[in-house]
């Protein structure tokens, strides 16, 4: 089993939709990033936290440290921000992260 | 601008070759890291550094090599003991402290026939 689960793998959602995407693990951490990947392979940091909840114009992230998850939310998503969203947990232990496998989100106009 | 290179962005090589993949930054970042990204998995720490002129092996080191002769450049050397070259090769940088948001460059698609 990974440490660091994602789900859905693979979402598609009509332009205007609340979008959810899950993240579990199962080590102690310090830190969760969630990160963005566009078609052409860059990666862009959306959200490094640690407790409570962050928001960044349509996206908000959420983390529960007792129960070992966190939210990525998308309010009134758009075809643009279709992409792959991936959660990394920070170890405490090792200051190392460990990566999900990323969630395929697609927009539809 | 401040940011993270890499080169090339496409890189093809014949099996039994070593191939070298670039990595600059100019954010004033001590730490950098290189991924490997396979499809259907999470990316994979290879190499990474924290100073000048010294490194430490990730979780897949075999068959890679780097140096860190620069603060700005953190090069990786795919050599031919890597059984499984053809992947996304990704290079990141950092402050120091794994609490700092890690900074990712645009990838370099590697393949060997």
């Known amino acids: 089993k990974n440490e660091v689960e994602q789900s859905p793998q693979n979402l598609t959602a009509q332009e205007g939709e609340f979008i959810t995407i899950n993240c579990s693990y199962s080590?102690?951490?310090?830190?969760l990033h969630w990160l963005q990947q566009h078609p052409g392979g860059g990666i862009v940091s959306l959200f490094m936290?640690?407790?409570g909840k962050k928001k960044h114009g349509r996206l908000i992230a959420t983390i529960n440290i007792q129960e070992k998850h966190s939210s990525l939310h998308i309010t009134a998503s758009h075809p643009r921000d279709s992409a792959v969203y991936i959660c990394?947990?920070?170890?405490?232990?090792?200051?190392?992260?460990?990566f999900g496998t990323g969630t395929r989100l697609q927009v539809f106009p | 601008d401040g940011g993270i290179t890499q080169s090339p962005k496409y890189l093809f090589r014949k099996e039994g070759q070593n191939v070298t993949l670039s990595c600059e930054q100019n954010?004033?970042?001590?730490?950098m890291y290189w991924y490997r990204q396979d499809p259907g998995q999470g990316l994979r720490l290879i190499y990474y550094?924290?100073?000048?002129?010294?490194?430490q092996k990730g979780d897949i080191a075999e068959g890679y090599s780097v140096s860190r002769e620069k603060k700005e450049s953190f090069p990786l050397t795919v050599t031919s003991a890597q059984k499984n070259p053809t992947a996304f090769y990704l290079c990141?940088?950092?402050?120091?402290?794994?609490?700092?948001?890690?900074?990712f460059g645009p990838g370099t698609r590697l393949t060997v026939t």
């Open positions: 990141a940088s950092s402050h120091l402290g794994g609490t700092y948001e890690q900074y």
């Open positions: 080590v102690g951490i310090s830190a």
């Open positions: 936290l640690s407790s």
């Open positions: 990394a947990a920070l170890r405490g232990d090792t200051d190392k992260l460990i």
């Open positions: 954010l004033n970042h001590d730490a």
């Open positions: 550094s924290q100073i000048v002129n010294d490194f």
